[in-house]
Structures are given as structure tokens and as C-alpha cells.
């Protein structure tokens, strides 16, 4: 009874925390000074446990715990290929960490994506050019 009782406490801070972390991030990795971008999707599976794509690629093992996210990926390129580990802490929205391989270590950051600005659109635009009438779209 006592085990059941913390299952149904813990529970749902499991849940939240997933949630927190699930969606899109955006990355920016540091290689010796060059600066490189790519985009972290993490979704929870109905099992509770996490899944993510990093640029498209699965990313295996993947887990956030106690504001920690871990996981790796297989990059099949270059012969033998390779394989990345990613290590970050998540506070105040961002997540900071490093991407770590056969190469090296390099400083790898996430933060959600910036919200499109309201202004941006398709607007109808109505005037006149001598006799003319014209429509178009800004």
C-alpha cells in the first residue's frame, strides 16, 4: 500500500517534469570558435518515458532528471561513424550543457524558439500608379 501511495504521489511530478522539457529547443554548439545550429525535438511517449530527435536523427537514452537532460546519438557519417552524448542542466528556460565525442567536448546550449512576430504576414495592399488600380500583397 505504502509503494501504490508513492506511485500516485510522484506521479504526476514525474509527468510535469517530462512536460517541462518536452518540445522544441533550439541549439547552438560551439566548435572551436564556429558557431553551428540545429533544432532538439522531445516528445513524452504514452509509457511516460521520453523520446527526441536532434536535427532529425534519434537520439537514444534520452532522460531528464532532477533539471538534468542526458542522452546520445549515432552519427552514421564518415566511414565508421560516431557517437555523441549530450549532457545539460535546465534553468531559467534554458538548458546549458556540452555535446561530447571522439573529438572533443564543445559547449552546446538549448533555448525554446522565439515566437514569430504578429507583424509578420501576407497583407493586402490597394493604391494607385497613374490611371491604374493595383492589388498586391506585402
Known sequence: LAGLLMIILTGPSIA????EITG?????????????YSTLTIDRLSS????????????????FENGKLTG??????GGEGASLSYAGELKDGKISGAIK???????????????????LGVYPVR????????????
Open 48 to 63: 511516460g518515458s521520453l523520446a527526441g530527435q536532434w536535427n532529425g536523427r534519434d537520439v537514444n537514452h534520452l532522460k
Open 72 to 77: 546520445d546519438r549515432d552519427i552514421p557519417e
Open 24 to 36: 522544441q529547443w533550439e541549439a547552438t554548439q560551439d566548435f572551436y570558435g564556429q558557431k553551428s
Open 101 to 119: 565525442g571522439g573529438f572533443g567536448s564543445f559547449p552546446t546550449n538549448l533555448a525554446r524558439p522565439k515566437p514569430l512576430s504578429p507583424a
Open 127 to 138: 493604391f494607385k500608379a497613374g490611371d491604374r488600380d493595383v492589388s498586391a500583397f506585402a
Open 16 to 19: 510535469r517534469a517530462a512536460d
